[in-house]
């Protein structure tokens, strides 16, 4: 086998490597966003903010007027790119280089898991000019999508009075509706790529084969209410006061979201401490632990 053939067999077998890791490995990103298939340089949101609800259905139907909002998420290329020499092709010297080609492929996922939990800790702007976690969203809209006049507001931030007594934040969601907090948006998956002309410049130059991967995506936000940061710590005290802040939670038009305190999120420095909370069948005092599976607890290094 020449070494055009060698590596043409090389790139079919490290494509399928990739794809199989890639497949295999499973992620948390999907717990906390909902994915969305893009077409396009990027998505408009226009209905974020907004709900319908049913009314008795007397007379005509009533067509409920929706605001119309420009959240707009642009997608974002992304590469990985890795370097084989040329005479370990030649040698065939290359399976040292599959648990490598591997970990790209679980690397893909572990990315979208650090774009999803790191858009918690980078409170990014969200539909409504506000960042995703602030203690002034607004909660009605007029049609254009501003908020409305004289527009009562409310905060998914519990914090100490003083800013000096917080922690490090950790999380409290509803993650059981269909709309999570975070969106995933795809324009493309991960796909396995190659430059391995031989007569290919970069070849030539540098006496070497490039494999890689790029993606193109992006993340965003939904509703500000299905997510509640916290700085106070860990306790159970301050989980049943954010739970209690995201059950009452409204959306337009005052309407009771019913939302569910169904996830926590902190980095693993606190895990102790969330598992105290939630994963404790008993207390120290030997007393039933009444928060005992009261929610998923997801310990990530990305938010930290």
Same mark, same amino acid.
């Given at each position: 086998m020449n070494i055009a053939e060698k590596v043409r067999a090389l790139f079919t077998t490290y494509k399928?490597?990739?794809?199989?890791?890639?497949?295999?490995?499973?992620?948390?990103?999907?717990? *906390? +966003?909902?994915?969305?298939?893009?077409?396009?340089?990027?998505?408009?949101?226009?209905?974020?903010?907004?709900?319908?609800?049913?009314?008795?259905? @007397?007379g005509p139907r009533v067509t409920q007027a929706l605001s119309t909002f420009g959240y707009t998420i642009q997608n974002k290329t992304k590469e990985m790119t890795v370097a084989i020499p040329k005479e370990d092709v030649e040698d065939d010297n290359v399976g040292i280089y599959d648990p490598l080609v591997q970990d790209m492929g679980q690397e893909a996922v572990r990315h979208i898991d650090a774009m999803v939990y790191g858009a918690l800790k980078a409170n990014g702007v969200c539909f409504d000019t506000k960042t995703f976690f602030a203690a002034d969203h607004p909660i009605e809209f007029d049609e254009d999508g501003t908020p409305a006049e004289d527009a009562a507001t409310f905060s998914n931030v519990l914090a100490?009075?003083? !800013?000096?007594? +917080? @922690? +490090?934040?950790?999380? @409290? /969601?509803?993650?059981?509706?269909? *709309?999570? !907090?975070?969106?995933?948006?795809?324009?493309?998956?991960?796909?396995?790529?190659?430059k391995t002309a031989l007569d290919d410049e970069t070849v030539f130059r540098t006496n070497e084969f490039t494999f890689g991967a790029? =993606?193109?995506?992006?993340?965003?936000?939904?509703? !500000?209410?299905?997510? *509640?940061?916290?700085t106070k710590p860990l306790t159970a005290e301050n989980?049943? +006061?954010?739970?209690?802040?995201? $059950?009452?939670?409204?959306?337009?038009?005052? =309407? !009771?979201?019913?939302?569910?305190?169904?996830?926590?999120?902190?980095?693993?420095?606190?895990?102790?401490?969330? $598992?105290?909370?939630?994963?404790?069948?008993? /207390?120290?005092?030997?007393?039933?632990?009444?928060?005992?599976?009261?929610?998923?607890?997801?310990?990530?290094?990305?938010? =930290?």
């Amino acid at each position: 086998m020449n070494i055009a053939e060698k590596v043409r067999a090389l790139f079919t077998t490290y494509k399928g490597v990739f794809q199989g890791a890639l497949a295999a490995y499973v992620g948390n990103w999907s717990k *906390i +966003a909902t994915k969305v298939q893009s077409n396009s340089t990027s998505n408009t949101y226009g209905w974020l903010g907004q709900s319908a609800t049913f009314r008795d259905w @007397v007379g005509p139907r009533v067509t409920q007027a929706l605001s119309t909002f420009g959240y707009t998420i642009q997608n974002k290329t992304k590469e990985m790119t890795v370097a084989i020499p040329k005479e370990d092709v030649e040698d065939d010297n290359v399976g040292i280089y599959d648990p490598l080609v591997q970990d790209m492929g679980q690397e893909a996922v572990r990315h979208i898991d650090a774009m999803v939990y790191g858009a918690l800790k980078a409170n990014g702007v969200c539909f409504d000019t506000k960042t995703f976690f602030a203690a002034d969203h607004p909660i009605e809209f007029d049609e254009d999508g501003t908020p409305a006049e004289d527009a009562a507001t409310f905060s998914n931030v519990l914090a100490p009075t003083d !800013p000096d007594d +917080a @922690v +490090a934040p950790w999380y @409290v /969601l509803d993650t059981t509706r269909v *709309i999570k !907090p975070v969106i995933y948006q795809e324009r493309k998956a991960a796909v396995f790529v190659s430059k391995t002309a031989l007569d290919d410049e970069t070849v030539f130059r540098t006496n070497e084969f490039t494999f890689g991967a790029d =993606k193109r995506d992006a993340v965003g936000y939904t509703l !500000p209410q299905f997510a *509640i940061k916290v700085t106070k710590p860990l306790t159970a005290e301050n989980f049943k +006061a954010a739970r209690a802040m995201l $059950e009452n939670m409204t959306g337009d038009k005052g =309407k !009771p979201l019913g939302l569910q305190a169904s996830t926590v999120v902190c980095n693993p420095d606190m895990r102790s401490d969330g $598992e105290a909370v939630l994963k404790a069948q008993y /207390l120290a005092s030997g007393a039933t632990n009444v928060l005992y599976n009261a929610a998923e607890l997801i310990v990530t290094p990305y938010v =930290k």
